[in-house]
Nanobody, 114 residues
Framework: QVQLVESGGGLVQAGGSLRVSCAVS????????MGWYRQAPGQKREWVAR???????FYDVSVKGRFTISRDNALNTVYLQMRSLKPEDTAVYYC????????WGQGTQVTVSS
C-alpha cells in the first residue's frame, strides 16, 4: 500500500521561501499524477497543486505564480517550492496521489510569520 512521508516544513517570515518534499512508496509513482494539499487550523484540507505523470503542473489560484510543483521519478519524490510566502499559507502540507489515496502521511508544518 502507498506510503507518503512529507518533510521540509518550518518557520519562515512573510515573503520568504521554503521547499517541502514528499517521498512516496508502494505505488506506481512514475505513472501517477501527484498532488499537494494543505490544512490550516480549523479549516478543511484543500488542494494546492498537482503534477501530471509527464511533469505538467496545475495550481490553485491562491498559489499560482508563487508555488512550483515538481517531481523526480528516479527518487519517487514530489516537491513543492514555495516563494513569496504569506501568513495565510500557514498550514500542514500533505502530498497524495490524484485522486488521493485513503492513506495520508503525517504532513509537514509550514508556519509563515507576519
Amino acid at each position: 500500500q502507498v506510503q507518503l512521508v512529507e518533510s521540509g516544513g518550518g518557520l519562515v517570515q512573510a515573503g520568504g521561501s521554503l521547499r517541502v518534499s514528499c517521498a512516496v512508496s508502494g505505488s506506481n509513482f512514475s505513472t501517477s499524477d501527484m498532488g499537494w494539499y494543505r490544512q490550516a487550523p480549523g479549516q478543511k484540507r484543500e488542494w494546492v497543486a498537482r503534477i501530471s505523470s509527464r511533469g505538467i503542473g496545475f495550481y490553485d489560484v491562491s498559489v499560482k505564480g508563487r508555488f512550483t510543483i515538481s517531481r523526480d521519478n528516479a527518487l519517487n519524490t514530489v516537491y513543492l517550492q514555495m516563494r513569496s510566502l504569506k501568513p495565510e499559507d500557514t498550514a500542514v502540507y500533505y502530498c497524495n496521489l490524484i485522486p488521493p489515496s485513503v492513506i495520508w502521511g503525517q504532513g509537514t508544518q509550514v508556519t509563515v510569520s507576519s
